[in-house]
């Protein structure tokens, strides 16, 4: 009886571990705008509510790319850059997006 529940909650975690990994985004950031970046933050299009920041500190130059690891799953989803005290907000990518490229003024490129 003891081996029997051993195995239903291995079967569990193992079922858990690859529904997380199952929700995990890899997405290749690049800073095509002529600022360095302080901030990168996402939401799900619309929410307004933003994640933290994704840079975690880090500081990202004009050319720079960054590999980012998204927890979660977005249908749609937005993201804002900051520099210093300013921001620029960009819109509406395809939860499929895994490239994308921001040119300043709110406008980007993404595969």
């Given at each position: 009886?003891?081996?029997?529940?051993?195995?239903?909650?291995?079967g569990i975690a193992a079922a858990m571990a690859f529904a997380s990994s199952?929700?995990?985004q890899n997405l290749l950031f690049t800073n095509g705008s002529a600022s360095t970046l302080d901030g990168l933050y996402i939401s799900?299009?619309?929410s307004g509510n933003w994640e933290e920041n994704l840079l975690g500190g880090q500081r990202l130059a004009p050319g720079e790319q960054i590999q980012i690891n998204i927890q979660g799953t977005y249908g749609k989803f937005d993201l804002m850059v900051s520099s210093g005290s300013a921001s620029e907000e960009y819109y509406e990518y395809p939860g499929s997006t895994t490239q994308i490229t921001i040119h300043g003024a709110s406008e980007s490129d993404y595969q």
């Open positions: 009886m003891n081996f029997k529940k051993f195995a239903i909650g291995a199952a929700y995990a799900d299009s619309g």
